[in-house]
């Protein structure tokens, strides 16, 4: 029943073996399957870290294993309790007659550790835990809903448009928990069962980890995960764009105008459909003569340039029938062959074949990168689908059920893989989802195509704390919301301004929407040609003169602002490279034995020195903010504030409250 092997723990009844092992600090990897062994796929945990030695003992009672102040019980039925050094953290929800594992009712015969056999191989799998009153989760990465604790929260685990599914809870009681899946499936924090699912696997996975302070739970977690490398201060300064720069010649006039305004541009962007069609992966050359010249043009500005990609390929382009008979593209089960129709009958390249990744990036690299362009924009990276219908899609790595919730972060990676062999060694891409450890691969994530309302600012500042949680430092939001916003409305003005002095604590900085209304005819001579550069949609303009004299002279100076802040961003990313600490911090990931901190969701920490209250209402001229215990500047009076209350602070239009902690 119990065997010790190889600094592990054994369990095997029926058919079912469980295996516990160390794997790092404070933490245990756990894993079970009927199958006659495990699978070789680590998943998530792709570090080479140093797992630490076990200590593993059996009892009459059962087993323990013990890494570190992490352990593991195992009862002779087979279930598992955590404990912190003496204090028990969570335990499996079982129903039947065990007397160490439960004082509930046997009678309903629901197990911990439930498989399910599909039709044709594999199994829906459903692990239980017992909840905890008062316990609150973060993290789980990024979903549209208005909490920041997902306490009650039932998450679909699947990746949608602006929904970003990493699967990594960090509990108040002092532990993480890592559902090392990519499967779709579910995480159900009710208030009576704690409950997650993969709806077609071979065997569970998770990861568990103890600390001291979140903090120390997320050093665990991305020592084991990933880490981003360094962000470079010429990427933290300000990104302009917009839906979309249709030519060159739009793009260099807009470059050319903050040039002589004395702004200095990091980034400028060139947005979707300025390829003749999805899949040719260059530039339209009746729109865009002359990649080079442009990309020379921009440089000399000390601007970067960055294009957007997507994964979708029309079956008209030139890549579509080699890429088909080499079996680079995602297979439909059933039904006609297509997963993507938005300006084309598109199919999916697959990126969880290894040659279909170098073959994407090998023409994006004649095409782009040869040009000149610095910068890959991964836009459609859930991969987006006509219908998340996950049973009808097929990857080489196997069913989108049990698996396509990686797919983001293998995109990611054929762009920095084929970066790093072409001899890049400092860059930055822009991408729309992501999974566990996608951030080693140098990618920002954005929260998706969100509406221009102020309850998309207010989720936007949950979602950039939760994503920071599940181990991404890099994250920022189109400002003033994708989509919706009408340039003429002096509302829309309005929440454009709090969202651009709200963008310039995040890591990056970045104005882009597609803007109302929607009335500037096509460029294409011929739009019933129905493809190329010219001939699709653009939004109204989207620069900081776009808006009025007022709102420009407001982020004029709030970009002023955001490059005095530069030296200091810089060292936050330094740390974040070093330990994994996110740039946006709930506060209590600074402040966790302040129990008020906890229950804090539209205020945060910018490293540790920053304390940033946005502004999320309309007409809002004043708002409350907490000031933990301690000595706190305010960034714009230079009034000085003892901590430990509640104060309410002056909100002008041109300025939202931020608090530096002055540090003795």
């Given at each position: ?194 409950e997650w699912t993969a709806e077609c696997t071979t065997q569970m996975d998770y990861w568990v980890t103890a600390g001291e302070t ?74 865009w003569p002359d990649p080079k010249a442009m990309c020379d043009e921009l440089h000399a500005m000390g601007t970067k340039v960055m ?358």
């Amino acid at each position: 029943m119990f065997a010790k092997a190889k600094n592990a723990l054994v369990f095997k009844k029926g058919n079912e073996t469980l295996l516990i092992e160390p794997w790092g600090k404070n933490s245990l990897r756990v894993r079970s399957t009927l199958e006659s062994v495990f699978t070789d796929k680590d998943w998530g945990l792709t570090e080479k870290i140093s797992k630490g030695r076990a200590s593993v003992s059996v009892d009459k009672d059962g087993a323990k294993i013990k890494n570190g102040t992490l352990t593991a019980c195992v009862s002779n039925n087979g279930v598992l309790s955590f404990y912190k050094e003496e204090k028990l953290l969570f335990r499996e929800y079982f129903r039947f007659y065990d007397p160490a594992a439960t004082a509930h009712s046997c009678c309903t015969k629901i197990t911990a550790r439930e498989y399910k056999g599909l039709q044709g191989g594999g199994y829906k799998l459903t692990v239980r835990f017992e909840p905890n009153d008062g316990e609150k989760i973060f993290g789980m990465g990024q979903y549209p809903v208005p909490y920041l604790d997902m306490k009650g929260c039932t998450l679909e685990l699947a990746q949608r448009n602006s929904q970003i599914s990493i699967p990594f809870a960090l509990s108040s009681l002092g532990y993480g928990f890592l559902w090392n899946n990519p499967a779709v499936g579910s995480a159900n924090f009710a208030k009576n069962i704690t409950e997650w699912t993969a709806e077609c696997t071979t065997q569970m996975d998770y990861w568990v980890t103890a600390g001291e302070t979140p903090a120390e739970i997320i050093e665990h977690f991305t020592a084991a995960t990933g880490r981003a490398p360094v962000l470079p201060q010429e990427y933290l300064g300000f990104w302009q764009c917009k839906l979309r720069y249709r030519t060159q010649d739009e793009v260099l006039s807009v470059a050319r105008k903050y040039k002589e305004m004395g702004i200095h541009l990091d980034v400028m962007v060139i947005d979707f459909f300025h390829w003749p069609r999805q899949g040719d992966w260059c530039f339209d050359p009746e729109y865009w003569p002359d990649p080079k010249a442009m990309c020379d043009e921009l440089h000399a500005m000390g601007t970067k340039v960055m294009v957007s990609v997507w994964p979708s390929v029309d079956k008209k382009c030139s890549h579509f029938q080699e890429m088909q008979e080499k079996g680079f593209l995602v297979r439909t089960e059933r039904g006609t062959n297509q997963t993507y129709d938005f300006n084309g009958d598109c199919i999916t390249f697959d990126a969880t074949n290894p040659e279909a990744r170098e073959y994407v990036w090998n023409i994006c690299k004649k095409n782009y990168a040869d040009y000149g362009i610095d910068m890959f924009w991964l836009d459609n990276a859930e991969p987006d689908y006509n219908v998340y219908d996950f049973c009808n899609y097929r990857y080489q790595l196997g069913t989108a059920l049990s698996c396509t919730n990686i797919y983001p972060k293998l995109y990611s990676q054929a762009f920095y893989d084929g970066m790093k062999a072409s001899g890049k060694k400092s860059f930055v891409n822009l991408e729309r989802c992501a999974w566990v450890g996608s951030q080693k691969y140098s990618q920002v994530l954005w929260n998706g195509d969100v509406q221009s309302s102020w309850e998309c600012l207010q989720d936007s500042v949950m979602e950039g704390l939760n994503i920071g949680l599940a181990g991404i430092p890099w994250w920022t939001t189109d400002i003033g919301g994708f989509m919706y916003g009408n340039v003429n409305d002096p509302a829309f003005v309005e929440l454009l301004i709090r969202w651009f002095e709200f963008a310039v604590f995040t890591p990056v900085l970045r104005l882009h929407g597609d803007r109302d209304p929607h009335d500037i005819p096509p460029l294409d001579k011929d739009p019933e040609r129905g493809y190329g550069g010219g001939y699709l949609f653009t939004g109204q303009p989207n620069e900081i003169w776009s808006y009025g004299k007022e709102a420009q002279a407001i982020m004029q100076e709030q970009i002023k602002l955001r490059e005095s802040l530069k030296p200091y961003i810089f060292s936050v990313m330094k740390e974040a490279a070093k330990n994994g600490s996110p740039a946006m911090r709930a506060m209590f990931y600074e402040f966790p034995d302040d129990s008020k901190c906890w229950e804090l969701n539209d205020q945060y920490m910018f490293g540790s020195r920053y304390l940033v209250a946005p502004v999320l209402h309309a007409d809002e001229r004043k708002r409350s903010v907490y000031l933990p215990a301690g000595t706190w500047e305010n960034l714009h009076t230079k009034e000085t504030l003892e901590g430990g209350k509640t104060v309410n602070v002056d909100a002008p239009l041109e300025q939202i409250p931020v608090f530096v902690r002055v540090l003795k």
